[in-house]
């Protein structure tokens, strides 16, 4: 009896580890979806509202739970406490925040060439930088829900099969 409980707990973790997997491939085009939406709210504080930086990095950060929202809101922080330049306190933010999000290098890429340039331009290039950013992240997100559609699936079998092979080998 003791063997078969284990058995099952092995096979549920191995699901359950590929669902986490297959969910992070399903994640990461709607945060694409999100980044540029946030990126085109950032657009609006810049051109529109003339909005600081740092004001318009927390406005953009108030949304709680979302890994990409406290990506903006530790910009915002970093940049509010620290006497650092806006490439530094954009990267220290990124490198934090990347971990929980189901992004990819090629989207930490673009953000990271967008931080060299925010703050550091007049209005006009900076909104040039943010469109740039946007249109790069916008053809990424087909590429990321193409690799939903084929991989997803196969993770969520693999999960199983795997806890399972585990199971029977040690039992």
Do not use: C
């Not at 950032?42 to 927390?58: H, W």
Request: glycine residues 10%.
């Amino acid at each position: 009896m003791l063997k078969l409980a284990g058995a099952l707990l092995l096979v549920g973790a191995g699901t359950m580890l590929g669902w986490m997997h297959a969910g992070r491939l399903a994640d990461r085009p709607a945060q694409i979806r999100r980044l540029v939406r946030m990126l085109g709210q950032l657009e609006t504080e810049i051109a529109y509202g003339y909005t600081p930086l740092p004001e318009a990095l927390a406005r953009i950060g108030r949304q709680p739970g979302d890994p990409l929202a406290d990506l903006f809101h530790e910009a915002a922080d970093r940049l509010a406490k620290e006497e650092a330049a806006v490439t530094e306190t954009w990267r220290l933010a990124l490198e934090s925040v990347w971990g929980r999000t189901a992004l990819k290098n090629g989207e930490k890429e673009i953000m990271l060439t967008l931080g060299n340039t925010l703050g550091a331009s007049d209005r006009e290039d900076q909104i040039r930088h943010l469109r740039l950013a946007a249109k790069q992240l916008e053809t990424l997100e087909p590429e990321a829900a193409e690799e939903q559609r084929k991989y997803e699936k196969m993770w969520k079998s693999l999960g199983l099969l795997g806890g399972a092979l585990v199971a029977v080998i040690l039992y």
